[in-house]
Nanobody
């Protein structure tokens, strides 16, 4: 399974960016897709997640500014980021919790991370 993220870049405060991440491989089902971020000198933190049932959860710091959505048919997750602030500057990592076929009629759960895409909010 591979996660391919795109959409990072440099934006001015108050601006917007859209991140996308596509999961590819022999995936039986996607349980959850999400975005985490890690700012310089800080630990990785949750930004937002969306489940296969379209339930979402957001970090308090991004509520009302960021919107996560998923396309189950494409195994893709999007993060629409508006009203960006300098403190949103970080490397953003895509995360996927998926079910894989074990080849014997059963399934097992695995978690994957993308390589990260840099978002810089600066004037």
């Amino acid at each position: 399974v591979q996660l391919q993220a795109s959409g990072g870049g440099l934006v001015q405060p108050g601006g917007s960016l859209r991140l996308s991440c596509a999961a590819s491989g022999s995936i039986a089902n996607v349980n959850r897709l999400g975005w985490y971020r890690q700012a310089p000198g800080k630990t990785r933190e949750l930004v937002a997640i969306v489940t296969s049932g379209d339930r979402t959860n957001y970090a308090d710091s991004v509520k009302g500014r960021f919107t996560i959505s998923g396309d189950n048919a494409k195994n893709t997750v999007y993060l629409e980021m508006n009203s960006l602030k300098p403190e949103d500057t970080a490397v953003y990592y895509c995360n996927a919790d998926v079910l894989l076929n074990d080849g014997f009629g059963g399934y097992y759960d695995m978690e994957y991370w993308g390589k990260g895409t840099l978002v810089t909010v600066s004037s």
